[in-house]
């Protein structure tokens, strides 16, 4: 730390390259270092945001004693191992999701944020979104009553990305369905019941061993009385990219799939002899909560230009997954300075990845009942 500000460095410069500007402008951080293995895009990065501080590996960044904390947005495979890597070398770590593809490493993962003493944050983006932060609000305002149902999906073909996406076993990245419902309720999944969905060519098999192109699931919830229903699709399923959460409460529901406007449906009347009766359907407009951010990094909620004085400079990322970037970014930033555990820390990062693993080992065995480990 330098007069109490961050030395961060981020890795992965594609879907990474849209939290460059962020760290650049927080006001907790002193320097950003910018990590690729490609050296192309690692510059062509760098010369965009003129970023001076640059490594070609993860190694040249663990060794440097000046960084502080490090955040990876690498490829699905290297999450776990990197992680435990960047806190065995005492620094903090964030990292995109999924924490991790088995129980074993996610056991590792904790194990390795107790012993180092260091923060650890999966940086889960649907927990962070405005359209997250309003109805958890709602919740906690008991605008829904009692919660009798739950339901997430995350549609979307990754047919020619990179190579590691090749037959992925749908829960396995199920994190963006799973979390906002498990937050929500503030428990864990306890048992799973899920069946894999359709065919897909033999070629996809062989990576994961995995045979299916969607996985459906029913999660039982530590004590909580609502069942949580996820679907996900991956492979040969013509559905466009939408990540989506549900509440059906006992007062109000609330619908939301990413690319529309959420709907709430209400009771017609507060009388409760008037259930039963039509609901009344309404569009709601979610406010966006960057006032919940310091002012420097407010704007990148927003898809925009975000340097005025070069235009040159100017970066869209699309508003960042509804707002929800610089939220992630201020969590875990804040987080080590307030001297704190961040809100997705390892154990909760853990226990919501692993309701994805064990749902796709109840898939791989016809649906039968899994436990849930915990890992508190
Ligand atoms: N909403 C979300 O939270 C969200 C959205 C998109 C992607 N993701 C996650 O982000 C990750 C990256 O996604 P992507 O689409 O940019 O992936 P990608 O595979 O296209 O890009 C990964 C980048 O990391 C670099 N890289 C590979 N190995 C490296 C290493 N050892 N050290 C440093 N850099 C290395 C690659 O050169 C590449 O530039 C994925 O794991 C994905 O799960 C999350």
Not at 45 to 62: C, K, N, P, Q, W
Not at 117 to 134: A, D, L, S, W
Not at 183 to 205: D, N, P, Q, W, Y
Request: glycine letters at 8%; proline letters at 6%.
């Amino acid at each position: 730390m330098k007069n109490g500000k961050l030395s961060v460095a981020l890795a992965g410069m594609r879907f990474g390259g849209a939290f460059v500007p962020i760290y650049m402008k927080h006001p907790d951080v002193c320097d950003l270092t910018i990590v690729d293995t490609d050296k192309q895009k690692l510059n062509e990065t760098g010369d965009m945001f003129e970023v001076a501080r640059r490594a070609g590996s993860l190694d040249e960044v663990i060794a440097d004693p000046s960084i502080d904390a490090v955040h990876l947005v690498t490829p699905i495979p290297l999450h776990a191992e990197q992680s435990v890597r960047v806190l065995q070398a005492g620094k903090h770590c964030a990292c995109t999701v999924p924490a991790a593809t088995s129980l074993e490493d996610l056991f590792a993962l904790v194990k390795a944020a107790k012993e180092s003493g260091k923060n650890y944050m999966m940086m889960e983006t649907n927990v962070y979104t405005r359209q997250f932060i309003h109805f958890n609000n709602m919740h906690l305002r008991g605008e829904f009553g009692k919660i009798q149902l739950l339901r997430g999906s995350h549609y979307q073909d990754m047919e020619n990305w990179p190579v590691y996406w090749n037959g992925l076993p749908p829960m396995f990245y199920a994190t963006h369905a799973i979390s906002p419902l498990l937050a929500i309720t503030g428990t864990r999944a306890e048992k799973v019941h899920c069946f894999g969905s359709g065919t897909m060519r033999e070629e996809l098999h062989k990576q994961y061993n995995n045979p299916y192109p969607a996985e459906t699931a029913i999660f039982r919830l530590h004590n909580h009385p609502a069942a949580l229903e996820v679907t996900r699709t991956l492979f040969e399923t013509a559905r466009a990219y939408t990540e989506g959460f549900s509440i059906y409460g006992e007062k109000c529901t609330m619908e939301w799939n990413f690319d529309s406007e959420p709907r709430l449906h209400k009771l017609g009347s507060a009388n409760p002899a008037s259930r039963g009766r039509p609901t009344v359907i309404e569009g709601i407009s979610v406010p966006d909560y960057a006032d919940l951010l310091p002012k420097e990094i407010g704007r990148f909620t927003e898809p925009g230009i975000y340097d005025d004085t070069n235009p040159q400079l100017s970066f869209k990322t699309g508003g960042g997954h509804h707002g929800s970037h610089p939220h992630m970014v201020h969590e875990f930033v804040r987080s080590i300075i307030e001297h704190r555990q961040p809100w997705i820390n390892a154990v909760r990062a853990a226990d919501w990845t692993a309701a994805g693993i064990c749902a796709h080992m109840s898939a791989m065995r016809d649906g039968d009942g899994v436990t849930v480990p915990e890992f508190e």
